[in-house]
């Protein structure tokens, strides 16, 4: 039995587990021979595909099939949407294909000899408790217990740490597929503070992916028309080149229908300096809020496949003033520090410490308060609290004589200013008081809430006088818990994993492929970037336009090829 550490990536996911001589690579998956040299030893693609044949497939073989591929579903997370669709418009929940991928990695590590059934799980940095919360329920529906669900950043930097002990203060720069975060983080005791953090949500290898494409489609004419897979397959070859232009100066990518194009790194460079140029915004922000300047730093932690771009890593140790660890790998520092944490929080490893803390302030809202006009935000666990943590603190009804409370629970951050302050009420409920007071004047309740390294958070509301239990719930993040229905898609996930094949059950059978493409567009590459106010036009409209039919359906496409034009450049 083992504990293991999972980064489950947008792009590609890594396993580890730790022995005594440090984090060990789980290998899930063969390398295709194409994509063998270019250090993908451990790295697991996070797709699944599902064939004509309701036929299952993950990792590497779903990712070169190009046929029925379902892509970064980790992005969805954070987002409304509650489908992922496949490049042929193929539509299942996003926890259940997020369940699958996490079932299928648990089932190959097992066929690898490692019984793996807790685990540590990384999440974004900046994710907030939804995000958090399905990623939980998916690894959790997949077989494993989740001790904790810690960082991105913090976990490279305790892989880092592990192989330079001294280095204090770091500069995490992590450029992934579809994301970059930087983080600056301090050791104390062991211990990773995260200093601040700054990221560009938007901006990744995909983006460096669509400016190699765009070099070819000026070069090579008719490649608009592609069916669903060809488009796939010629991703994947676009990804390759400029992969390959990492080490070579020169590459030819193949087409579609036996054609080829030779593309230099001076070329491909020149086409996405704007991109790298743009890394500098989060840095120096970073460097502002801490009032420190290029050069304050004992390390700079290159993660990401895409700080393997040679021009990306001259451009980034130029403004931090530091050379990063050449032999320090960038594609499974994360999952390696996953694994030091879940040794850590098993037991195995005893010569380190390790904490999980909140990434935002936990509380309520009161009407009493400095903002006499609206509401206040009263915290109970602030920011940056050690977890597990328990606390509770008394609170008096607004009206006295009233019979219920509305209590709701609130996640943000408190210290911005009022207006521009980013808060989400996870869950809100409305209680019924007790009756009997003995007086009414002394009329309170206690608010406790406790929050495990898990991340739920769990809420107990107590009459003061009487000590009866006004409120006793778990917060779910807005999603279902409906735990008949979590059953429900964890068996079937289960299953599906064991047999290769699933159920079929697709939501949507869409015939017309300019629906699919605008559906597919909506919601895997426009939604997952807006705001949620905007997103819920878009959501509906899409919406829509899967129900429609006849006559409607040219009406629905248009509108929501409309509302998809002004973001235009995400897809
Ligand atoms: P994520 O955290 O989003 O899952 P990864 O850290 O695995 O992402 O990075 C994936 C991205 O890195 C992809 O866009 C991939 O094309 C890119 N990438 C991987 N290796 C290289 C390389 N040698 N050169 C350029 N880009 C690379
Ligand atoms: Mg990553």
């Known amino acids: 039995m083992a504990t293991i550490g999972i980064d489950f990536g947008t792009t590609n996911s890594v396993l580890a587990y730790w022995d005594s001589t440090g984090s060990q690579l789980i290998n899930v998956d063969d390398l295709p021979v194409k994509w063998a040299p270019y250090g993908f030893d451990g790295v697991f693609p996070t797709v699944m595909a599902k064939d004509e044949n309701e036929r299952l497939t993950f990792g590497w073989e779903a990712k070169t099939k190009g046929v029925g591929t379902f892509n970064a579903v980790k ?31 648990r089932r190959r590590a097992l066929a690898n000899g490692v019984v793996a059934d807790s ?16 990623t939980k329920i998916c690894a959790g529906m997949a077989g494993f217990e989740v001790l904790a669900l810690i960082n991105e950043p913090t976990a490279a930097a305790m892989a880092y740490a592990q192989k330079h002990p001294d280095a204090r203060r770091m500069l995490v720069f992590d450029w992934g597929g579809g994301t970059l975060d930087v983080t600056i983080l301090r050791s104390v005791d062991g ?21 190699l494409r765009k070099i070819v489609e000026e070069s090579v004419p008719g490649l608009e028309n592609l069916s669903p897979t060809e488009r796939e397959l010629l991703k994947n070859e676009i990804e390759l080149a400029k992969i390959r232009l990492s080490s070579a100066l020169e590459t030819t990518i193949e087409l579609p229908g036996g054609r080829s194009l030779r593309v230099t790194r001076a070329r491909f460079e020149q086409e996405v300096m704007p991109l790298i140029e743009e890394s500098r915004i989060p840095i120096e922000r970073c460097l502002k809020e801490l009032g420190v300047g290029a050069g304050s730093f004992d390390a700079l932690v290159l993660v990401g496949g895409t700080c393997r771009i040679p021009a990306v890593q001259n451009f980034v140790k130029t403004l931090v003033g530091i050379e990063p660890d050449p032999s320090f790998n960038p594609m499974t520092a994360v ?68 019979e219920s409370l509305n209590i709701q629970v609130v996640e943000g951050d408190p210290d911005a200013d009022f207006g521009n302050q980013d808060f989400v009420v996870l869950k809100e409920w409305d209680v019924r008081l007790v009756e009997d007071y003995s007086d009414e004047s002394t009329r309170s309740f206690n608010l406790q809430y406790e929050y495990d390294v898990d991340g739920i958070l769990h809420i107990l509301a107590t009459d003061v006088e009487t000590g009866t239990i006004l409120l006793d719930d778990d917060v779910s993040y807005g999603i279902a818990t409906d735990k008949r229905q979590m059953k429900k898609v964890a068996d079937r996930a289960r299953e599906a994993v064991e047999t290769g094949t699933i159920s079929s059950d697709a939501k949507v059978e869409l015939s017309d492929p300019e629906a699919v ?55």
């Open 335 to 402: 999952g390696e520090g996953a694994a030091i944490a879940a040794a850590i929080l098993s037991g195995e490893l005893t010569t380190s410490d390790f904490f999980v803390s909140t990434e935002h302030a936990l509380g309520t809202f009161v009407i009493d308060g400095p903002n006499t006009e609206g509401l206040n935000f009263s915290t109970l666990i602030p920011k940056g609290h050690k977890l597990p943590a328990k606390v509770s603190s008394t609170y008096f009804p607004a009206v006295r004589e009233t």
């Open 191 to 211: 211990v990773f503070i995260e200093e601040t953090s700054s990221g560009l949500p938007r901006s990744g290898g995909l983006d460096f992916d669509a400016r």
């Open 517 to 571: 493409k605008l559906l597919s567009q909506a919601r895997n590459k426009v939604i997952p970037f807006l705001d949620d106010d905007e997103a819920a036009e878009i959501i509906s409209l899409a919406n829509a336009l899967e129900k429609a039919s006849g006559t409607e359906v040219e009406i629905a496409r248009d509108a929501l090829r409309r509302a998809l034009a002004p973001h235009s450049y995400l897809f």
């Open 119 to 134: 685990a540590v799980v990384t999440v974004p940095a900046n994710s907030k408790g939804r995000a958090r919360h399905r």
């Open 75 to 105: 992005r969805l997370f954070a987002t409304q949407s509650d489908v992922a669709l496949s490049n042929e418009g193929d539509a299942i929940d996003v926890e259940e294909v997020a369940t699958m991928l996490f079932a299928e990695m």
